[in-house]
């Protein structure tokens, strides 16, 4: 018990008091599925492969990648922190374990995506819900920007394939 106090104390200090955040998105996620997330705030994707490349009516996107080389190809030069994630995958084609998946959003300059849970729908599909944090209510905007989630899935049942994403009212799907 004075174990799992300090841990808990630790993690509260360390993140901010986000704890509670923590054991949600821990409790939402199948115990087989391993996910790393960032936020990036703007377009690292090449615009033709973005959610600008869409018609305007279509406020979300979802990409999936399975090997380094298509990940980089779809990453402008200039993202950086981006591409550092992507080389810290270990992609299914390249003898990892691992996909990436860039998930993103027109949306108001104020807004942060944040991974909300994970869910399974089917034996190879993945219901993901992305959180939209920093503003309160209906989100309208005349000049929306772009925000991006990069997420790197580990799966021990191989990888998913087909995922639905879902941020705000909006939903991509996509086959892996």
Not at 95 to 108: E, F, S, V, Y
Not at 117 to 125: A, Q, Y
Not at 152 to 174: C, F, H, S
Request: aromatic share 2%.
């Amino acid at each position: 018990m004075y174990r799992r106090a300090v841990v808990a104390g630790t993690l509260a200090v360390a993140t901010g008091g986000c704890v509670d955040r923590l054991h949600d998105v821990a409790a939402s996620t199948p115990r087989d599925l391993g996910v790393r997330s960032r936020y990036v705030d703007g377009n690292p994707m090449v615009d033709s492969r973005s959610v600008l490349a869409r018609p305007e009516e279509l406020l979300t996107h979802a990409a999936s990648f399975r090997s380094a080389d298509a990940a980089r190809g779809a990453l402008k030069p200039e993202a950086t922190e981006s591409r550092e994630f992507v080389e810290r995958t270990e992609f299914v084609d390249d003898g990892g374990d691992a996909i990436l998946l860039i998930a993103q959003r027109l949306t108001a300059d104020e807004v942060r995506l944040r991974l909300g849970g994970i869910s399974r729908t089917g034996d190879h599909s993945l219901r993901i819900a992305v959180d939209q944090s920093g503003v309160r209510g209906e989100i309208e905007t005349d000049e929306p920007v772009v925000k991006t989630l990069l997420l790197r899935l580990t799966d021990e049942r191989g990888p998913p394939e087909r995922v639905i994403v879902t941020v705000g009212d909006g939903r991509a799907g996509i086959t892996v």
